[in-house]
Structures are given as C-alpha cells and as structure tokens.
C-alpha cells in the first residue's frame, strides 16, 4: 500500500506493544539509521500505532538533533490522539512517557481504510480518547455518541472530530503550559493503572485503562460538586457499558496511588488533575489528596 511509493529507503522493524517503548528499542532504531548512513536531511516515516508514533518521532527528534519525520497513524487510538500535537516520548524504569519532547511532525496523514485491520478491542482503545475529547471540549457531540452503541459509531466522523479538537487545543497551548493539561482527564489514574498493570498477565491497552480513569476522574468531579450526578450516571453507565469493569485487587490500590505522583502535571509533592467543570468542559491543575484518589478507586471496584 505505502511501499511502493517511496524512495529508496530503509526500513525498520519494531515489535508491538507498550512493553517496547523503551530505551533499548530507542537504540536499535539508532543503530539502523546510523548504519544507513542517514544525515541530517533524511526523513522518517513512522507508519502503526501510538508506540511507533511516539517513539518514531522521539528517536528522529534527537538523532543527529533532529531529522524531519511523517507520522502515518494506522490505530483508531493513534489516529485520534497520539499522532497530533507533537508530544513524543518513550517509557522509563516502567514510568509511562517518563522521557519525550515536544517536536512537531512534518504532517501527519490519516485514513480511516487501516480501521479496517484492526480487532475490537483495539477500536474499543482508541474510542476512549473520543469519548474524552467530547466529555472535555463538546456537549453535543458527547449527547450523540452516548446514545449510539459502540458497534454503530461513525468512526470515519469522530476521527476528524477528534483531530479538530485536539488541534484547536494543541495550536493555543503547544508546550502544555496550561489549557492543553485538560487532554490529561482521565489520565493521572489512568496512566497508574496503565502502568500498574503492565508487567502483569492483566495488562490494559491504553485507551482500557484512561477509560477506567475516566470514570475514576468522574467520580472525583462529583465529589467536587463540579459536575452533576445526572451526567456522572451518564458516563458511568456509559463507560461501563463499552468497557466492562477492569479488576482492581485492594492491593493494587497504594502502588496504583503511588505512581501518581510521577505523573507530569504534578508540581513538587502536589497531585494535580484535569477535571470535568461541566458537560463539555474541563479545568486543569487541581490539587487531589491520596485519600481521594483511594475513595474514587474504591467506587469504580464496587463496579
């Protein structure tokens, strides 16, 4: 489809998953663009999924300080998300995105044919980062897909709805200094329990587990009386209804607690979320203690 397209050219092969994402896979992609001979003029084509757009572009950011890279997303989740924005990054000492940049690709080309390749549970991943962008940004949008099964959504649709908002977004905070952290509902509990569960035999896809953080996150904005109980019922019947109930043993409760305080929003000691203010709308850099994090846990493992 793409191959016979391009130039001469070398192509490297990365395994799939997060559990690659790492350093050492950072190395072999050097390795290959060194032995190839490539200068500073050569371009980078990162075609899969979020790990591949994420640590494509970090590895062309920094090799010979930066070479010029393409994203060519091929999974609803990288499509809607990673892809856009130029946040680029890989995982540390089992830290999600502990190591990145901030670098912007040449352009990013979308199409909805490779949606098509894809098993369930991986469409099911990447429609929780178009839940949340409705939840954040667009209360009409979130009225019209809640009412919709998951099997009958119109993806082609909500991927240049998604796209629009993260853009928007994106264009007036690029270095994520304030309005761009409210892309991060559901992600503070959500990249715990990410994280949590990766090395175990239970491990979430990424848009499983900011589903879960979501509700999670939810929860914390009713507690706040920042949102109504009416729409906290609406997207946890939701979110349960597209997702089911992850398991969340009690002992998974202080490590998952515990990871949040690397979380990238954070300032000194202090946890900060992104919570829902409203039907679509989100406020940023609020201040949330363990114990509140551990009464939301303990609402969404009653399931």
């Known amino acids: 489809m793409i191959k016979p397209l391009l130039p001469r050219h070398k192509l490297v092969v990365?395994?799939?998953?997060?559990?690659f994402k790492t350093l050492e896979s950072c190395e072999q992609?050097?390795?290959?663009?060194?032995?190839?001979?490539?200068?500073?003029?050569?371009?980078?084509i990162n075609i899969g999924g979020g790990v591949i757009g994420d640590m494509g572009g970090f590895c062309a950011a920094v090799y010979k300080r930066g070479i010029r890279f393409i994203q060519v997303p091929t999974t609803l989740l990288s499509?809607?998300?990673?892809?856009?924005g130029g946040k680029l990054g890989i995982d540390f000492h089992g830290l999600k995105n502990h190591l990145g940049v901030f670098t912007?690709?040449?352009?990013?080309?979308?199409?909805?044919?490779?949606?098509?390749?894809?098993?369930?549970h991986e469409l099911r991943?990447?429609?929780?980062?178009?839940?949340?962008?409705?939840?954040?940004?667009?209360?009409?949008?979130?009225?019209?897909?809640r009412k919709i099964d998951f099997e009958n959504q119109d993806f082609p649709d909500l991927i240049g709805h998604s796209v629009g908002i993260k853009s928007k977004i994106v264009?007036?905070?690029?270095?994520?200094?304030?309005?761009?952290?409210?892309?991060?509902?559901?992600?503070?509990?959500?990249?715990?329990?990410?994280?949590?569960?990766?090395?175990k035999p239970k491990r979430l896809l990424h848009g499983e587990a900011v589903a879960v953080g979501m509700l999670m996150e939810a929860f914390l904005s009713l507690q706040r009386k920042m949102i109504t109980k009416a729409l906290f019922l609406q997207i946890e019947?939701?979110?349960?209804?597209?997702?089911?109930?992850?398991?969340?043993?009690?002992?998974d409760v202080e490590p998952i607690v515990a990871l949040t305080r690397q979380d990238k929003k954070n300032l000194g000691r202090d946890v900060r979320f992104s919570l829902l203010d409203g039907p679509g709308s989100c406020t940023f850099d609020v201040s949330v203690t363990p114990a509140e994090m551990k009464k939301a846990i303990a609402y969404y493992r009653k399931g």
Not at 14 to 19: F, K, L, N, Q, S
Request: one cysteine or more; proline letters at 5%.
């Open 14 to 19: 990365v395994p799939a998953g997060e559990a």
């Open 29 to 44: 992609i050097w390795n290959a663009m060194t032995d190839a001979g490539l200068d500073r003029h050569a371009l980078a």
């Open 79 to 84: 499509q809607v998300d990673a892809s856009v």
């Open 104 to 120: 912007m690709p040449e352009t990013v080309l979308i199409d909805p044919a490779f949606l098509e390749t894809l098993p369930v």
């Open 125 to 145: 991943s990447g429609f929780a980062e178009i839940v949340k962008h409705c939840l954040i940004a667009d209360a009409e949008k979130w009225e019209q897909i």
């Open 171 to 199: 264009t007036e905070d690029p270095k994520e200094k304030g309005l761009r952290k409210i892309l991060n509902f559901g992600h503070t509990l959500g990249h715990a329990v990410e994280t949590h569960f990766l090395g």
């Open 237 to 251: 019947e939701f979110l349960f209804t597209v997702y089911g109930v992850v398991e969340i043993d009690a002992e």
